[in-house]
């Protein structure tokens, strides 16, 4: 406290300055990645005038994700109203379609969505993106803490967005979407790609060539995720609801997802996606009939024993719908079971 009054951290680093010399930087190597191999994230935050459904103009705090190729230059910018997981697995979908394709590696800052602790090489990956990433097969790279210029073909993207023309009012975010693509559209059609001197679209579309093709369906984005084993009734555990999965799973690992309204279950060692569920519901336990029927070809062990005749008709009436009906009628039911004429 008694330092705090007579001073400050930067009087002493005036001081310093005035009293020592300048301590000699260490160059540092530059690198231009090939083709395919890299691209660079970053998120930006802006004020956009956005109508609502009054038609009245509010200004509002949004934020682009923004992705660039290395190689090419090639820029996607991204709006979302968060920066939470889900935002940051969505973004990501939306920047890759941009793209074309999904490059080998892709180096990130060190925000909490990408990045659990650590930074540079000793970073420990957040669960969630890194499933993510093994879904897409890229590989994470963050940065080293407070070394931006280590990813600096983005952050000369993220300070070229000024080019945009923000003092217009848009209608919604899809609109805003619309103008930003354009615009970012129009601008690489003329900027030129310093490694191969032509237009950055044009190395990027030879470059597009090299990228990962994107899956028929993107993964959904997800906020949680959780490895289960399988239990020997062939169901797993997840926010305190039970779940069914097919039988060839029981006793191993599958990977749960908590998407926007649904639940996702992954085989953990392929990535291959297996079941369904809507997420979050009253119903506490969710048994899908099919899980337990026979899948020739898909497991090596004994599967479940088929359904009884009793066990038959009565799944039979309960699809059939809600009836009153008597306990005789259920008496004559298990009597023709038990003695079939």
């Keep these: 406290d008694v330092y705090k009054r007579q001073g400050s951290y930067k009087s002493v680093h005036k001081y310093v300055r ?4 300048k301590p000699v930087s260490r160059p540092f190597r530059r690198v231009e990645t090939p083709p395919g191999a890299q691209v660079q994230s970053d998120w930006l935050e802006s004020k956009v005038r956005i109508r609502d459904e009054d038609r009245c103009v509010q200004l509002r705090t949004l934020y682009g994700f923004v992705m660039t190729l290395s190689h090419s230059r090639k820029t996607a910018i991204v709006w979302s109203e968060s920066m939470n997981q889900l935002a940051w697995h969505t973004v990501h979908n939306e920047a890759f379609k941009r793209l074309g394709g999904i490059a080998a590696v892709n180096r990130i800052d060190n925000l909490k969505t990408g990045v659990a602790s650590g930074g540079g090489p000793r970073s420990v990956i957040n669960s969630n993106y890194a499933a993510y990433a093994r879904t897409l097969g890229f590989h994470v790279d963050p940065h080293e803490v407070r070394q931006p210029q280590q990813k600096g073909k983005v ?7 000024k080019r945009l023309d923000m003092t217009r009012v ?3 975010l899809d609109s805003l979407q619309r103008y930003t693509d354009e615009q970012v559209m129009r601008d690489e059609a003329i900027r030129k790609c310093p490694v191969t001197g032509k237009s950055v679209h044009a190395t990027w579309q030879d470059e597009r060539k090299l990228l990962r093709p994107l899956p028929e369906t993107l993964p959904a984005p997800f906020d949680l995720i959780k490895h289960c084993r399988v239990h020997k ?11 069914s999965v097919p039988y060839r799973f029981a006793d191993k690992q599958v990977e749960v997802r908590g998407c926007s309204g649904v639940l996702q279950v992954y085989c953990k060692q392929t990535g291959q996606f297996i079941k369904q569920y809507p997420r979050g519901t009253d119903q506490l336990l969710h048994v899908a009939p099919d899980c337990y029927e026979s899948e020739l070809g898909l497991s090596d062990g004994p599967a479940p024993l088929p359904l009884g005749k009793m066990a038959k008709r009565i799944e039979e009436l309960a699809a059939s719908g809600v ?4 306990i005789e009628f259920y008496a004559a039911l298990a009597e023709s079971q038990t003695n079939p004429t």
């Design 18 to 21: 005035a009293k020592y010399p």
């Design 155 to 161: 952050e000369r993207r993220v300070g070229a967005f």
């Design 323 to 326: 009836a009153v009906r008597s």
């Design 170 to 172: 848009f209608d919604d």
């Design 233 to 243: 009734d062939c169901t797993i555990r997840f926010e305190g609801r039970t779940y």
